[in-house]
C-alpha cells in the first residue's frame, strides 16, 4: 500500500505544462536537418555512451564515469560530473535546471545501490539528495526527484518512493510503500508511475505477477492500470516505461501499449510479430520504440536496430524513422527526440526535430523505376496508388503528393491501412478488395473538416426539402440539394470504375452525397458545399473556364490539422 504523508510546510507547486512541449512541435528545428530520418549528431568520439536522457532544450548521456550534456540551442557539450574510480554512475535522468545521479562503489560485490546526488545546472552546485545509504530508480520533473530507498512502517524497514525538493532541499517525504519494484520510476509533474512484482502468494493466481502502477503524490494509494502473470518458467517479457502529460507507454512481451490517463483509453499499438517493441518514450502525444527484430545475441551492439514512431492522436504509424546502425535508448521530450546510435566499437548521441521525421518531411527518389517522384513537394508515388491516381484524374482532381506511404488507424472500421495524403485527398488501401474497383478507397476529409470546424449542428448541415429548383439534384440519403455550378461539376467528375460516360456511382465514389447546403464560408469569403469527400469552391471570377469550380486542399488542411505541414 502506499502512504502520503507531507511534513509541515511542504508543498508540492508543480507548474502543470504537461502539454506545452506539443505546442512547440513546429518549431527549435535542429539547423542542418532537412529530411526524414536525418539528424544532427552530438558526440563524435569513440567512447562508449549510454543514456540520453532530455527535457528538449537539454541532453545528458554518460561515458565511463563522466555524465556529458549539451545546451541543444547553442550546441556546446560540457561536463556535468566526473567521478574518480571507484566512485562510478548507475543511473540518471535530468529536468529543467537539474541533473542527478546515482552513485556507488563500482569495487562493490553485495548490495551495490549507493546515494543519489544532484547538480544544479545554473549555479553548478553539486548536493546530496538522498539523506538515506542509497536511492534508486531515479527521476526528477521540474524540482522534485523521486527514488526507491529504505523507509521505517510498522516497525519495519521495508522499501518506500521518498520525494524531495530540490530547490528548498527540505527533509524528503514518503510516498508510497512499495512491493517489489521493477525498472525506473517515471515522474511527471505530481504523478508517479513505475512497475512491479507481486509475489505468488500476493497475486491470488498462485503465480508471479507484473504490474504497471500509477497514482499522484497527493492521493495516498496506487492505481493499477495493467497487469500479467509470469508462468511456471518465468517468461514475461516487460520491456519498459515511460511517462508524459496524460500518456502513459510501456512494453509488454514485445507489444507496445499505451493508456491515455485522462481519458482511460487502453490502446494496442503494435503486434510483436509485426513491429516488436522495447524500450518505449512519449513526448506526451508521439511515441518512439525500438524494433528488436533482428536482434542477435552473438553481437548485441551491431546488428541493425531501427527506431520506430506512432501519432498518439492521429493514430498514425510513421514507420521506421531512423534506420541505419544500431539504434537503442530513444527519449522523447518536448519537439526533439534523442538516441542512441553506432556499433559495439563506437556509440553516438543522436538528435532530431521530431517534425523532421514525420510522413509530409520531403523525402528523395526512390530507386524503384515504376516509382513517380513529383518534387514539387519532394514525395514519391508508385504502385496501386499510382495507378489509381493517373486513371482517376490525377493533379487536377487529387493534387501532389504531400507524404509518402504510411499506416493509419481507420477510426471507423478500427483497422489499420496504409494510406497516402495528397493535396486534395488521402488514399487508402484496401487489400481485402484487391482486384475490384475498390481496392483504393477515399478518406471522408469533408466530413472530417465539417466536424472539425463545428458544422454539422449549424444550420446549412440540417435536412433540407428538395428546392424543385431546375437544374438542381435533391439526394434524399442525406436530404441536400446540389444545383447549377456545383451539381455540374459532380456529374462531371467521377472514378473510373469502366462504366459508360460519367455514372452517378462515379461521382459518388468520388466526392460522396453532399452534406449540406451551398453556404458562404466566413473565414474565405466563398461560396462552398460539403460532400463527405470534398469541399466545392465556386470562384466566380474563373467563370467560364474550367476552375470555376475548385475542390478545396482537403488533404493539406488534414495535415496542418495535426501540425505535420
Not at 493534387?399 to 495524403?421: A, C, I, K, M, S
Not at 470555376?548 to 486542399?553: C, D, F, G, I, S
Request: glycine share 10%.
Amino acid at each position: 500500500m502506499c502512504k502520503f504523508t507531507w511534513q509541515a510546510g511542504i508543498k508540492l507547486a508543480l507548474a502543470l505544462v504537461l502539454f506545452l512541449s506539443l505546442l512547440l512541435a513546429s518549431s527549435g528545428v535542429v539547423t542542418g536537418v532537412q529530411a526524414a530520418g536525418s539528424f544532427t549528431r552530438l558526440t563524435a568520439t569513440a567512447t562508449l555512451k549510454t543514456g540520453p536522457r532530455t527535457d528538449g532544450q537539454t541532453v545528458v548521456w554518460q561515458e565511463g564515469n563522466t555524465l556529458q550534456a549539451e545546451k541543444l540551442s547553442d550546441q556546446k557539450i560540457f561536463t556535468v560530473v566526473s567521478l574518480k574510480s571507484p566512485q562510478a554512475i548507475k543511473q540518471f535522468d535530468m529536468d529543467g535546471n537539474y541533473v542527478i545521479w546515482e552513485q556507488y562503489d563500482s569495487n562493490c560485490t553485495g548490495d551495490c545501490d549507493g546515494p543519489v546526488y544532484g547538480k544544479n545546472l545554473v549555479t553548478g552546485q553539486i548536493f546530496r539528495v538522498s539523506p538515506e545509504a542509497y536511492g534508486r530508480n531515479i527521476a526528477i520533473s521540474g524540482n522534485y526527484a523521486v527514488y526507491v530507498t529504505n523507509v521505517p512502517a510498522a516497525g519495519n524497514i521495508v522499501e518506500g518512493i521518498q520525494v524531495r525538493n530540490l530547490e528548498t532541499l527540505d527533509d524528503p517525504v514518503t510516498v508510497c510503500i512499495l512491493y517489489a519494484i521493477e525498472g525506473p520510476l517515471a515522474l511527471e509533474g505530481d504523478r508517479l508511475l513505475w512497475g512491479q512484482t507481486l509475489a505468488s502468494y500476493q497475486s491470488g493466481t498462485g503465480k508471479e505477477r507484473w504490474q504497471l502502477v500509477t497514482m499522484r503524490l497527493n492521493e495516498g494509494s496506487p492505481t493499477v492500470l495493467d497487469q500479467a502473470d509470469y508462468d511456471e518458467y518465468g517468461a514475461l517479457n516487460v520491456g519498459g516505461w515511460d511517462l508524459k502529460g496524460d500518456l502513459a507507454v510501456y512494453a509488454i512481451n514485445r507489444q507496445l501499449r499505451a493508456i491515455n490517463l485522462k481519458t482511460g483509453e487502453h490502446r494496442l499499438i503494435t503486434d510483436p510479430a509485426q513491429r516488436p517493441a522495447q524500450s518505449p518514450t512519449t513526448n506526451g502525444r508521439y511515441i518512439f520504440w525500438e524494433d528488436p527484430r533482428s536482434f542477435n545475441a552473438a553481437a548485441p551492439l551491431d546488428y541493425p536496430q531501427p527506431i520506430q514512431g506512432y501519432d498518439f492522436p492521429a493514430g498514425s504509424y510513421l514507420g521506421n524513422v531512423v534506420l541505419n546502425n544500431n539504434n537503442s535508448t530513444p527519449r522523447a521530450r518536448g519537439d526533439r527526440l534523442v538516441w542512441n546510435s553506432g556499433d559495439s566499437a563506437s556509440r553516438q548521441m543522436v538528435v532530431a526535430a521530431i517534425t523532421d521525421l514525420l510522413p509530409a518531411v520531403p523525402h528523395p527518389p526512390l530507386p524503384d523505376p515504376g516509382n513517380n517522384f513529383f518534387p514539387q513537394t519532394g514525395h514519391n508515388l508508385g504502385g496501386n496508388f499510382k495507378n489509381y491516381w493517373e486513371k482517376n484524374g490525377g493533379l487536377s482532381v487529387f493534387g501532389f503528393p504531400t507524404t509518402e506511404e504510411f499506416q493509419e488507424l481507420n477510426r471507423d472500421t478500427g483497422q489499420v491501412f496504409t494510406v497516402q495524403y495528397f493535396e486534395r485527398q488521402r488514399y487508402e488501401y484496401h487489400p481485402e478488395n484487391k482486384g475490384t474497383p475498390y481496392e483504393v478507397l477515399l478518406g471522408r476529409l469533408g466530413a472530417d473538416e465539417a466536424q472539425r470546424r463545428g458544422f454539422l449542428e449549424t444550420a446549412p448541415f440540417k435536412p433540407a426539402k428538395n428546392s424543385g429548383q431546375p437544374h438542381c439534384r435533391y439526394f434524399p440519403d442525406t436530404r441536400h440539394n446540389v444545383c447549377n455550378n456545383f451539381i455540374d461539376y459532380w456529374q462531371s467528375h467521377g472514378l473510373d470504375l469502366n462504366d459508360p460516360g460519367n455514372s452517378y456511382r462515379e461521382s459518388l465514389a468520388l466526392f460522396g452525397l453532399p452534406i449540406s447546403e451551398p453556404f458562404t464560408d466566413t473565414q474565405s469569403g466563398e461560396t462552398v458545399q460539403y460532400f463527405e469527400r470534398a469541399i466545392f469552391e465556386y470562384h466566380p471570377e474563373n467563370k467560364g473556364t474550367p476552375y470555376e469550380v475548385l475542390l478545396t486542399l482537403l488533404g493539406n488542411q488534414s495535415l496542418k490539422n495535426r501540425a505535420w505541414q
